[in-house]
Each structure stands twice: as C-alpha cells, then as structure tokens.
Nanobody, 125 residues
C-alpha cells in the first residue's frame, strides 16, 4: 500500500518562505513531483525529480524560487519555496510514479499514479 503524507503548508506573507514535506512509504518510486491546484483552476505541476538520476524539472512559474529535493534515507520529498507570491496560493499535492510508463511531460498528472491528500499554502500580499 503506497502512502504519501504532506506537511508544512501554512500562511505566509509575500516574499516569505515555506518548506513542504512528503513522507512516502510502501513502494519503489521512480519519479516524484509536487502539483498545486487553486480554486477554479486545473491541477498544475510545479516541480518533479527523478529519484535515481536526481534530474529535476520546474514549471516556468516557479523556476528560480522553488527547489525540489528527496532524502532517500528518510523516503521524504521536499519542496523549498522562497520568495512566495500571492499567485502561489493553492493546495499542494505530492505525487509518485511507481511505473506508469507515461512518456509525456514530467509535470503532467498522468505520469503519476499515487497522490497525497494535499497541504494548503496561502500567501498574502
């Protein structure tokens, strides 16, 4: 049974920082990612990492401000978010790929077959 549990969300003023964590258990993951979804908007991939090769991928909207990382020993995925903006306000979800075989974008939802419950991030101006 795969389980992904996010933590670290909260409220912060613009320009501030937060670090999200996602504790993973139950399986071998090839890739992991962070997505976000604001009310009335589609789910958006913001950052992804290949667990074996450590390659990372970012959306244009967060590149240079967010950093994704993974601690193999702790089986935990992180998202360091700096210089936060009000438009970063959303529910943030951790996702894992245990072998979907999807050949599209690393930041596309079909590439991930397990999802966490989400953690809310609110950025005020």
């Amino acid at each position: 049974q795969v389980q992904l549990v996010e933590s670290g969300g909260g409220s912060v003023q613009a320009g501030g920082s937060l670090r999200l964590s996602c504790a993973a258990s139950g399986y071998t993951y090839y890739n992991m990612a962070w997505f976000r979804q604001a009310p009335g908007k589609e789910r958006e991939g913001v950052a992804a990492i290949n667990i074996g090769g450590r390659s990372t991928y970012y959306s244009d909207s967060v590149r240079g401000r967010f950093t994704i990382s993974h601690d193999n020993a702790k089986k935990t995925l992180y998202l360091q978010m700096d210089n936060l903006k009000p438009e970063d306000t959303a529910m943030y979800y951790c996702a894992a790929d245990t072998g979907t075989g999807y050949g599209g974008s690393w930041l596309a939802p079909p590439g991930y077959n397990y999802w966490g419950q989400g953690t809310q991030v609110t950025v005020s101006s």
